[in-house]
């Protein structure tokens, strides 16, 4: 089993989800296949691949997921079917190119053409098909636009504190940003966390705690009076730019240790912090914080 739709880090959305929903138990494999090929986990799409070959209908759809998904990204590429490398350096196999000759034109893989391929002919066929679709979705231009978010649009709030015998900022989110596709599915379950983990966030566990090493690139101020509070990531962007009240004690812990721990997740208030720390969900950065006062 290989099953990476729980990770937080990336989020995987199956094409059985909106290409056929309804493929019954073939369909938990070949995601699965296509899952694996994205993680570069090339034990379990061995594995995979064996499994899937034998089912001459599973590897007709998997080819015309790449073919449909391929022309819908970039248009039909003719090295589809000539044998010439596709996108991404992808060189489709014979046994891809003898399926995808009905695939390419939106149609439908024949379960019959598909019995007509040898049993490594398909295993290759269903190599190539996710091979490609795993190229695609990770080089199409949508996938590398960076979310461009300003402080405000995030909707955070800076919250002073203690844990685990240290000073922490807990960043509280009252509302929870997500990306979806046109289909409707969720394919980012929290803008915020994404962006903290992409930039050299860690998991935050109640065994392991806080590593003691500060998290390359980050920057924080605060400015006193006022409490002004500016938090900033590694490409210089700003994170949090707002007011934090603050108490005298904490001030003097962050100014002895010369860092603080910043805390995010689904924390929409100070009651929401417990359960989402204890329930594995929150994510941290160690970060400079400058103490200016006026």
């Known amino acids: 089993m290989h099953d990476h739709s729980g990770d937080r ?16 138990t073939r369909a938990a494999v070949m995601d699965q296949l296509y899952d694996a090929t994205l993680d570069g986990c090339q034990e379990c799409r061995s594995v995979l691949l064996d499994r899937v070959a034998p089912d001459v209908r599973a590897v007709g759809k998997l080819v015309e997921w790449a073919c449909l998904i391929a022309s819908e990204t970039y248009g039909l590429p003719a090295a589809l079917r000539d044998g010439g490398e596709a996108e991404g350096g992808v060189r489709t196999s014979a046994g891809f ?12 893989v024949s ?32 996938s590398q636009e960076p979310f461009e978010l300003a402080p405000g649009e995030m909707q955070l709030g800076a919250l002073c504190g203690h844990f685990a015998e240290q000073a922490v900022i807990f960043m ?15 394919e980012v379950e929290d803008v915020v966390e994404l962006l903290v983990r992409k930039a050299g966030g860690k998991p935050l566990s109640t ?39 603050t108490t005298a004690a904490w001030r003097r812990a962050v100014a002895a240790a010369g860092d603080v721990v910043i805390i995010t997740g689904p924390m929409a208030d100070p009651t929401c912090v417990d359960d989402a720390i204890w329930g594995g969900r929150t994510t941290y950065v160690r970060v400079p914080l400058a103490l200016h006062v006026s």
């Open 9 to 24: 880090v990336r989020q995987f959305v199956a094409p059985s989800h909106f290409r056929n929903p309804d493929f019954g």
């Open 207 to 245: 065994t392991t705690l806080f590593a003691p090493g500060r998290t390359a690139g980050w920057r924080a101020q605060l400015r006193l009076p006022g409490d002004i509070l500016r938090v900033s990531m590694p490409d210089k962007g700003c994170f949090y730019d707002g007011t934090m009240p």
């Open 111 to 142: 379960v019959a053409s598909s019995a007509e391929c040898s049993m490594q002919e398909r295993r290759e066929a269903a190599d190539t098909a996710v091979e490609l679709v795993a190229v695609l979705s990770a080089d199409h231009p949508s």
């Open 172 to 186: 509280l989110q009252p509302m929870t940003m997500q990306v979806g596709t046109a289909q409707g599915n969720v």
């Open 97 to 108: 190119r003898k399926l995808a000759r009905s695939g390419v034109d939106g149609g439908t």
